[in-house]
């Protein structure tokens, strides 16, 4: 289980700041910021918006999970690169397409929703390696 929460916690930090630089950035593109401030999304006064930092944790809890079950199926000295890839297809690809073909946002914004969660699985199938080989 210590193999499981301590990286989790420590790995929901790290992809919590990726997604804020990353999503800061794409905000510098006006089709962006507009997505942003047009109301789709509660406003940052309701309390359970505070709720939404949660994810990343919750996100690294499970992917610490998943390695923890699946890393000796993964062979190489690129098998935290492939884990990445695998986390990558199994949460953000499925999440983006229903996010891009349900929602009225620039396709910019759910581009930047992908590159963050690219970053983030590449990131987290490395990291889960470093920390529990």
């Given at each position: 289980?210590k ?16 997604s ?6 794409f905000?510098l ?5 507009t ?5 789709f ?5 309701d309390?359970?918006?505070?709720a939404f930092f949660?994810?990343?944790f919750?996100?690294?809890l499970v992917?610490?999970?998943l ?7 993964f062979?190489g ?11 990558f297809?199994l949460?953000t690809?499925?999440?983006?397409w229903v ?7 620039s396709?910019?914004?759910?581009l ?5 969660g ?6 987290a199938?490395?990291?889960?390696v470093?920390?529990?080989p």
């Open positions: 289980m193999k499981v929460i301590e990286p989790g916690l420590l790995l929901g930090l790290i992809m919590l700041i990726v804020m630089i990353v999503n800061y950035l905000m593109i006006p089709s962006v910021s997505d942003y401030y047009s109301g999304m509660r406003s940052w006064q309390p359970l918006m505070m949660l994810y990343p919750i996100l690294g992917f610490a999970w390695w923890a079950k699946t890393k000796t199926s062979k000295k690129w098998r935290g690169g492939y884990f990445g890839w695998l986390l297809f949460t690809v499925p999440g983006m996010t891009y073909t349900s929602f009225n946002l396709f910019l914004t759910i930047s929703w992908t590159v963050a690219f970053i983030n699985a590449k990131i199938g490395f990291f889960l470093w920390r529990n």
